[in-house]
């Protein structure tokens, strides 16, 4: 049954010539879930004709989510959202229906819930007193500001395989803007210049709201439930082959005169070989490299178990396409140093009020509507938020969920006396409790689950021009990436506006689909912002 106010598809490429064709995607993250809905909405390919290969037991990637009251809820992480610049994100999810309020698509239903509970964050850092800061400057020196200028306006290739803190002074590191914009964005100072210019200059719109995280969406559940399930029941209902637990561990290709086609994929379904030949006129769609790959959950016991990228299979068959091939690629600048890309996150489920009610009256920030508080002395530099509740659907009345990471887990507690990526949830709690200092009651009742990520920031490390591949590699004919390790101009990875462009991009090409894809539409493109930009830097 359709449903009312959800726009209806665009379709333009001919029905006729793309019936009988077949698309395989390999990888079950957002890049492929929107990717198969491009080719039914605007490709008008039947869902019946789209299979896709995920090799974990739930599709959505590194935006996973699940767990229950009473073992501890679980997230890997989540994406900052926004209205001003996200236009190819809310372009297909204006066509995807609610699964929670009948007859409002997923836009519609995101932005009705941010008019009700706007994001107006008080308080983003914690001190080394155990003071909530109220960041009323960025504190730039003039050094500061004569140095962010130069690294925003240099050429991308003058940055070529710089890392940010090859352009900016030790000073600008201890910064309230530094705290609040790397944690926000998940930036580090080893990071690539070349992606925290293209940050200044996409969200230059945030130095002017950048302590209240105005302007920022939230969904109403986490991003699992709220964006990933609603677009997977969409594909379903599409007939679109959701295979789980389905490893695709080679390909078969040829190559002549240049032209490079997959002509057959080997994977393992529920562990039995298998094989399916790639025809004339199907195509592949894979996703190259991973953020989510060798991550591992720990429990209140235990700290995640370590694991690395032989236990990735998206990280070698993007290798072994690489091999001989610089238009594919260069795998080994995002896979080759676990210590510059990993993470550790958190999600602590609590069965009463106590924390929240602490937290709100603590920073200020309204209940539900703060961002990430960061603890300025942390060693691990952690991090929370306190998310609107119910953060599942599944969440009873009195069960309160925050989710937190920090981006050093090699370096040695505050108050725990080990590195983080070695501590149990009940250590994590502890350190936590520590900086807050808070009793032990408060978080009595906490089931902390820790998640180990190596990958997670990979795509930020240090890159030369041609080390991510474009969508469609030059002399492909049936096959695509789609993953944050693709090439679009000016665009910022670690974002699914970027994960969903690259999908949108690559179908277009393949597929033939005479439609625009809305441009990459930089904040620095007003007048207005900048100027309200440079005030800012000022104060």
């Keep these: 049954m359709q449903r009312q106010n959800v726009q209806q598809p665009r379709g333009s490429a001919s029905e006729e010539s793309t019936i009988h064709h077949q698309a395989y995607l390999i ?6 879930l929107a990717a198969a809905a491009f080719m039914i909405r605007d490709g008008n390919l039947p869902g019946k004709n789209i299979t896709i290969f995920e090799e974990t037991s739930i599709l959505g990637g590194s935006m996973d989510g699940g767990g229950n009251p009473e073992t501890g809820y679980s997230l890997r992480g989540g994406r900052m959202l926004t209205t001003d610049n996200y236009e190819c994100m809310w372009g297909l999810y204006k066509t995807i229906p609610s699964l929670h309020n009948a007859g409002k698509s997923v836009f519609e239903e995101t932005m009705e ?3 009700k509970f706007p994001s107006h964050s008080i308080a983003r850092l914690v001190d080394s007193q ?13 050094q500061d500001r004569i140095e962010l200028l130069r690294i925003s306006q240099a050429h991308e290739s003058t940055l070529a395989d710089s890392r940010i803190d090859d352009w900016l002074s030790p000073c600008f590191f201890k910064t309230p803007f530094w705290h609040i914009w790397s944690n926000t964005f998940a930036f580090q100072a080893r990071h690539s210049a070349i992606e925290f210019r293209r940050y200044l200059h996409r969200f230059i719109m945030d130095f002017a709201r950048f302590q209240t995280l105005a302007g920022v969406k939230r969904t109403i559940f986490n991003q699992y439930d709220s964006l990933v399930l609603p677009l997977q029941a969409w594909l379903k209902e599409q007939g679109v082959h959701l295979l789980t637990n389905c490893v695709v561990i080679d390909l078969d290709h040829t190559t002549q005169s240049e032209d490079f086609r997959v002509t057959a994929i080997h994977y393992k379904n529920q562990g039995k070989a298998a094989k399916t030949l790639v025809n004339d006129g199907d195509h592949v769609f894979m996703q190259n490299g991973s953020t989510s790959a060798a991550s591992a959950f720990g429990s209140m016991t235990n700290a995640p178990p370590k694991q690395t990228m032989d236990s990735s299979v998206g990280w070698m068959l993007w290798e072994k396409l690489a091999a001989g091939r610089k238009n594919f690629g260069n795998p080994g600048a995002f896979n080759s140093c676990i210590a510059q890309s990993s993470w550790e ?9 106590g ?8 920073t200020g920030n309204p209940r539900g509507k703060g961002g990430l508080v960061t603890f300025m002395d942390s060693n691990w530099m952690m991090s929370i938020v306190l998310a609107h509740q119910p953060h599942f659907p599944n969440q009873p009345d009195g069960v309160q969920v925050f989710w937190g990471y920090s981006p050093f887990p090699d370096r040695v507690g505050n108050f725990i006396p080990k590195p983080m990526s070695e501590c149990s ?6 350190e936590l409790s520590g900086h807050l200092r808070i009793d032990p009651e408060t978080t009595e009742s906490a089931i902390c689950i820790p998640c180990m990520m190596p990958y997670v920031t990979s795509m930020f490390l240090p890159r030369l021009p041609g080390d991510r591949p474009a969508p469609v590699p030059a002399g492909s004919k049936n096959f695509a990436f789609i993953s944050q390790f693709v090439e679009i101009p000016e665009d910022v990875a670690f974002t699914v506006e970027y994960s969903v462009r690259v999908a949108q991009t690559a179908v277009y090409e393949l597929l033939g689909i005479d439609l625009d894809i809305p441009p990459v539409i930089p904040d620095d493109k007003s007048n207005v912002t900048k100027l309200e930009a440079l005030i800012q830097s000022f104060k």
Excluded: C, P, Q, W
């Design 130 to 142: 155990r003071a909530a800061v109220h960041v009323t400057s960025m504190g730039f020196t003039m």
């Design 27 to 32: 990888g079950g993250g957002i890049g492929s």
């Design 113 to 115: 819930f941010n008019e």
């Design 425 to 430: 949830g009940e250590e994590i709690i502890r």
């Design 355 to 362: 924390f929240f009610d602490m937290m709100s009256t603590f």
């Design 345 to 353: 996150s958190f999600t602590v489920t609590l069965k009463n009020h």
